[in-house]
Nanobody
Framework: QVQLVESGGGLVQAGGSLRLSCAAS????????MGWYRQAPGKQRELIAA???????NYGDSVKGRFTISRDNAENTVFLQMNNLNTEDTAVYYC?????????WGKGTLVTVSL
């Protein structure tokens, strides 16, 4: 099993930046892909960024060019650097890990972007 704990959410003004962290523990050697999802009020959860074992990354169109996913293998942590935030980025952000096709989830961290 894999345990994930997100941190770094909070309130930020539009145009500002935040960095989210996701600390992984457990059977981390089995993780194939780690990703960040978000769910805004009244909307479905969407994948916004993913990083593969070979460090290739993918981004959703809504965040491309503004968000960057990265990781620190020594700390078993994945980051999401979010720049130029706007009010549409307000959501609960979840970290997820894919292990042989099964997703493990963190509890989420709330990001609120104000005008």
């Amino acid at each position: 099993q894999v345990q994930l704990v997100e941190s770094g959410g909070g309130l930020v003004q539009a145009g500002g930046s935040l960095r989210l962290s996701c600390a992984a523990s457990g059977s981390i050697f089995r993780i194939n892909v780690m990703g960040w999802y978000r769910q805004a009020p009244g909307k479905q959860r969407e994948l916004i960024a993913a990083i593969l074992r070979d460090d290739n990354t993918n981004y959703g169109d809504s965040v491309k060019g503004r968000f960057t996913i990265s990781r620190d293998n020594a700390e078993n942590t994945v980051f999401l650097q979010m720049n130029n935030l706007n009010t549409e980025d307000t959501a609960v952000y979840y970290c997820a890990a894919d292990v042989a096709g099964k997703n493990y989830w963190g509890k989420g961290t709330l990001v609120t972007v104000s005008l």
